[in-house]
T-cell receptor, first 116, second 113 residues
Framework: GAVVSQHPSWVICKSGTSVKIECRSL??????MFWYRQFPKQSLMLMAT?????????EQGVEKDKFLINHASLTLSTLTVTSAHPEDSSFYIC????????????FGNGTRLTVT | LAKTTQPISMDSYEGQEVNITCSHN???????ITWYQQFPSQGPRFIIQ???TKVTNEVASLFIPADRKSSTLSLPRVSLSDTAVYYC??????????????FGRGTSLIVHP
């Protein structure tokens, strides 16, 4: 089945630093990838839609200058949390879907970000 | 964008059948219904997807009535390992850039011994 690999699975960083999270579709091409954030005991909140070769579309309330998304190829999207603060600590999840099909979303295993 | 409503939580016991219903009153003609399972600190995992009537795979069945305004995920003979949060999503993946997969609150299923 389709596999989405997300890296790292967890990261601890100091306040003010930047962290990059990678999301790769391993056995299919993904023209669109989605980035979510999930706080404890809550549902997934969509942050942005990442389209290959174009600028990401951010959901209302998500700062595009803080959460930089790059989708340079059909198999890789990255999310960079810039100048991270403790309130950015969360579980970040990416997903992707096969292009041109009614296929479901395939999710990465998430990245636990802790900002100290 | 079809909004979904599910029970917040459900309890069951090992070996029982569990049915989780999702309401999506404003589902569009081309929308599919997809269910995901999520364990703590993991990404959601695809369970089943359907458009109408009944779909069955090796882990679950999905029942969709004729009006498609709701759907029921059926898990036969649950075990402790089925304890998770279950989400239903409604949308048309072929809608291209306007497909916004939005999660509702999901249903937290707890299976007791």
């Amino acid at each position: 089945g389709a596999v989405v690999s997300q890296h790292p699975s967890w990261v601890i960083c100091k306040s003010g630093t930047s962290v990059k999270i990678e999301c790769r579709s391993l056995d299919f091409q993904a023209t669109t990838m989605f980035w979510y954030r999930q706080f404890p005991k809550q549902s997934l909140m969509l942050m942005a839609t990442s389209n290959e070769g174009s600028k990401a579309t951010y959901e209302q309330g998500v700062e595009k200058d803080k959460f930089l998304i790059n989708h340079a190829s059909l198999t890789l999207s990255t999310l960079t949390v810039t100048s991270a603060h403790p309130e950015d600590s969360s579980f970040y999840i990416c997903s992707a879907r096969d292009r041109g099909r009614h296929s479901p979303l395939h999710f990465g295993n998430g990245t636990r970000l802790t900002v100290t | 964008l079809a909004k979904t409503t599910q029970p917040i939580s459900m309890d069951s016991y090992e070996g029982q059948e569990v049915n989780i219903t999702c309401s999506h009153n404003n589902i569009a003609t081309n929308d599919y219904i997809t269910w995901y399972q999520q364990f703590p600190s993991q990404g959601p995992r695809f369970i089943i997807q359907g458009y109408k009537t009944k779909v069955t795979n090796e882990v679950a069945s999905l029942f969709i009535p004729a009006d498609r305004k709701s759907s029921t995920l059926s898990l036969p003979r649950v075990s402790l390992s089925d304890t998770a949060v279950y989400y239903c999503l409604v949308g048309d993946p072929l809608r291209g850039g306007s497909y916004i997969p939005t999660f509702g609150r999901g249903t937290s299923l707890i299976v007791h011994p």
